[in-house]
């Protein structure tokens, strides 16, 4: 009977954590909201987003940080977007009210998981939406940095350099990590680069340099 019981539990706890898995596989097909908004073609997934900064969180050389933290917060950050959708500021919903339905949907999602992966999962998910460790603090950096990368690269793209501007604003001041403060600046160096190369003073300037340069063959 006891074997019997202990089977029974484990084909329970498997099929939970099945569902677990089939709910993070949303994640995979969930397209970023704020691309979607600003017509982005083939916008990132939020499996891809935190995909990166769990990537980003690895490669810390910071011996202050706990490695493992920020990388298992970098993966369950968002999590909870595969039943509450992926809320941004447009959405004129209050930061009180998104709290509340990301939080009904990490309940729902750790019950489907062992009680000792069950208060793990929604533990980090609380640390990291309080900020309450210098590692969700530094994961809520690569948050922010993964976001302005990905549309610097969606500017190269579609060949529009500056056009995300907005993504760029909404970040200011929100960078301190030193390892953070040294991306920031190779990013603004190149993308400022590419902004400016595609001024139009400077296609003139371009353009006045081929006349003078066909005028003087021709001469």
């Not at 202050?64 to 369950?76: G, M, P």
């Not at 998910?125 to 969606?154: G, N, P, T």
């Not at 400022?192 to 340069?213: F, G, H, M, V």
């Amino acid at each position: 009977l006891t074997a019997a019981m202990a089977t029974c539990s484990s084909t329970k706890n498997a099929k939970n954590l099945l569902q677990f898995l089939k709910f993070m596989g949303q994640l995979k097909r969930l397209p970023r909201t704020g691309w979607v908004y600003r017509k982005v073609e083939k916008p990132e997934s939020v499996a891809d987003h935190m995909y990166r900064m769990a990537i980003m969180a690895c490669l810390t050389e910071d011996k202050k940080l706990n490695k493992d933290r920020c990388i298992r917060l970098a993966l369950v950050h968002d999590m909870a977007e595969c039943i509450a959708g992926d809320i941004t500021p447009t959405d004129n919903v209050s930061k009180e009210e998104k709290h509340r339905m990301e939080d009904d949907a990490m309940k729902h999602l750790t019950s489907l998981l062992s009680e000792d992966m069950k208060k793990e999962i929604y533990e980090l998910w609380e640390e990291y939406e309080y900020q309450s460790s210098e590692e969700a603090k530094f994961v809520k950096q690569l948050d922010q940095f993964d976001m302005i990368l990905q549309a610097f690269e969606y500017e190269e793209l579609e060949k529009k350099p500056g056009r995300l501007q907005e993504f760029y604003d909404s970040t200011k001041g929100g960078f301190h990590h030193p390892e953070m403060v040294q991306l920031l600046s190779c990013l603004n160096t190149e993308r400022n680069a590419k902004i400016a190369a595609n001024s139009p003073e400077t296609q003139d300037l371009e353009i006045n340099d081929l006349e003078t340069s066909t005028t003087s063959k021709s001469s």
